[in-house]
Nanobody, 123 residues
Framework: QVQLVESGGGLVQAGGSLRLSCVRS????????MGWFRQAPGKEREFVAG????????YYADSVKGRFTISRDNVKNTVYLQMNSLKPEDTAVYYC????????????????WGQGTQVTVSS
């Protein structure tokens, strides 16, 4: 089993920045890809960003490309999402996910999920 715990969400004004963190515990030796998904009120959960086990490959949704950066520290078993130039439409609950196939960007291919952290961007 893998446990994921997110932190770093909050309220920020448009144009501001936040950094989300996701700490992984349990089967930490497993070489999962990691990703971030988000779900806004009344909308389906969508892919935001993903990173391979090695960190050599990263993937982004078009809506966040150039503003968000995903990274990971395998020594600390932590994945990060640096979010800059935030917009009100980025408001959502952000979920961390572990996946053997994060490159597919598919929610259905995620194996483990965190509980989510709320990000609210005011205009």
């Amino acid at each position: 089993q893998v446990q994921l715990v997110e932190s770093g969400g909050g309220l920020v004004q448009a144009g501001g920045s936040l950094r989300l963190s996701c700490v992984r515990s349990g089967r930490t030796f497993s070489r999962y890809g990691m990703g971030w998904f988000r779900q806004a009120p009344g909308k389906e959960r969508e892919f935001v960003a993903g990173i391979s086990w090695s960190g050599d490959s990263t993937y982004y949704a078009d809506s966040v490309k150039g503003r968000f950066t995903i990274s990971r520290d395998n020594v600390k078993n932590t994945v990060y999402l640096q979010m800059n130039s935030l917009k009100p439409e980025d408001t959502a609950v952000y979920y961390c996910a572990a996946s053997w196939a994060i490159e597919t960007r598919l929610e259905a291919r995620a194996d483990y999920w965190g509980q989510g952290t709320q990000v609210t961007v005011s205009s």
